[in-house]
């Protein structure tokens, strides 16, 4: 790939990056190994062939980005539901918490009352946003530890007529905790009530079809579970319910219904779009399809997950949620209580040793969490659960 003066062949490397998929091992020596492995939430360890995508300049105007992005769009609502008409994708820049922002300032109007779920700190996050939008909102809260409670959210609907609009967290990353979906979207769908759905942890590496749950705006990001690298966020929005949305954005940059009519013409982004993570995105999308698709990238995080916990175990470490609320994307350990826990010094140990875990997000238990998504194998859980096996940790 390099000519003899060490100068990278950029016509070669077009040549491969133009191709549908990289999949050719030259191509793989002109990208580094990561000097450790991402056992986080998101951004993530990402594939060679991902990041080689990036290698590759595009221009925003240009027919075949603007290809690129309808393809993308395509592809997620493949993935999001059968009922394929119904939905469309909206693209937009900037980070997951960007596009939670931009649809709930793009959805909730002056005439509608928003009822906020929360169990962690994402949906917190949801209420700050709602706050600074000034929007009409009800807030409800459960532990942290606890999934939200069915009931409770139908005793508030029946209190407050007026809510238009219910918005929670699939997959709280603050803990690990899974929401249970079907009951929750069935008790909101009961009162025809819309929902939104913060799916940023989970769509891509949990399997639901939106038009089933009844989701109107669902919102994920693309360095989460599709294995895509940081730069922008997607809604996945039910289109008469997105028509309904028009001039209701107090911004401009962060209007989900502008930037979608001018996705519809052509593909083009009404703003500068982050070209490189855009490529490296459809990318892993193809890298997706090839995996086995949604469920077969749900077995292998599983796998991880329930390999992880029993060498945890094994080692002394209890996980803070039960078991039947665990999800497979990321899981919350308390510190062990037989011995002085330096975390600091557990993490720079593992960093060293070529891994980087996360820190507690909660007050009430001491805690560190452990991910188990991006380009994660059994055999990189080994590898971690033995160096843990030899660190000392106190």
């Known amino acids: 790939m390099e000519n003899k003066q060490g100068l990278i062949n950029k016509e070669l490397i077009n040549q491969k990056l133009t191709s549908n998929l990289l999949s050719d091992i030259d191509i793989y020596s002109l990208i580094p190994d990561n000097p ?12 060679k062939s991902v990041r080689a995508a990036m290698l590759f300049d595009l221009c925003t105007w240009d027919s075949d980005y603007k290809e690129l992005t309808q393809k993308i769009r395509k592809k997620l609502i493949n993935f999001a539901t059968k009922n394929t008409e119904k939905y469309t994708a909206v ?26 779920l929360s169990n962690g700190e994402y949906g917190k996050r949801i209420e700050q946003i709602s706050k600074r939008l000034n929007l009409n909102y009800l807030f409800y809260s459960t532990p942290e530890n606890q999934i939200i ?7 508030i609907i029946l209190e407050n007529e007026d809510i238009t609009h219910v ?31 913060d799916a940023m942890s989970s769509f891509g590496g949990i399997e ?28 996945i929005a039910n289109k008469d319910e997105l028509e309904k ?42 890298e997706l399809e090839q995996e086995g698709g949604i469920k077969a990238r749900n077995k292998r995080y599983k796998n991880n997950q329930c390999h992880l916990v029993e060498g945890m175990e094994e080692l002394g470490f209890k996980c803070l949620i039960a078991p039947e609320f665990q999800s497979p994307i990321i899981t919350s350990f308390l510190y062990p209580e037989s011995i002085i826990f330096n975390f600091d010094k557990f993490y720079l140990d593992l960093k060293r ?42």
Request: aromatic fraction near 10%; glycine fraction near 8%.
């Open 149 to 155: 409670d069915i009931n409770s959210v139908e005793n």
């Open 245 to 286: 949305t028009c001039g209701v954005a107090p911004s401009l940059s962060l209007d989900i219904y502008d930037q979608w009519k001018e996705m519809e013409k052509d593909g083009k982004w009404r703003f500068t779009s982050p070209t490189h993570s855009v490529r490296a995105f459809y990318q892993a999308l193809l």
């Open 208 to 235: 639901f079809d939106i038009d089933l749950h009844g989701i109107d705006f669902m919102i994920s990001s693309a360095n989460k579970c599709i294995e895509g690298v940081p730069g922008f966020a997607f809604v």
């Open 353 to 394: 040793n070529g891994f980087v875990i996360y820190p507690g997000k909660i007050s009430t238990h001491d805690t560190f969490r452990i991910g188990n998504i991006g380009k994660i194998y059994k055999d990189d859980i080994d590898r971690l659960l033995n160096t843990i096996r030899v660190i000392k940790f106190w």
């Open 91 to 116: 693209l937009m820049q900037g980070s997951g918490t960007f596009c939670v922002e931009a649809v709930l300032g793009s959805v909730i109007s002056k005439n509608s009352k928003l009822l906020i």
């Open 167 to 197: 918005a929670f967290v699939h997959c709280e990353t603050t803990t690990g905790i899974l929401n249970p979906l079907e009951k929750i979207s069935k008790t909101i769908k009961k009162y025809n009530k819309k929902i939104i759905l």
């Open 36 to 47: 450790y492995l991402l056992l986080t939430p998101g951004p993530l360890s990402t594939s």
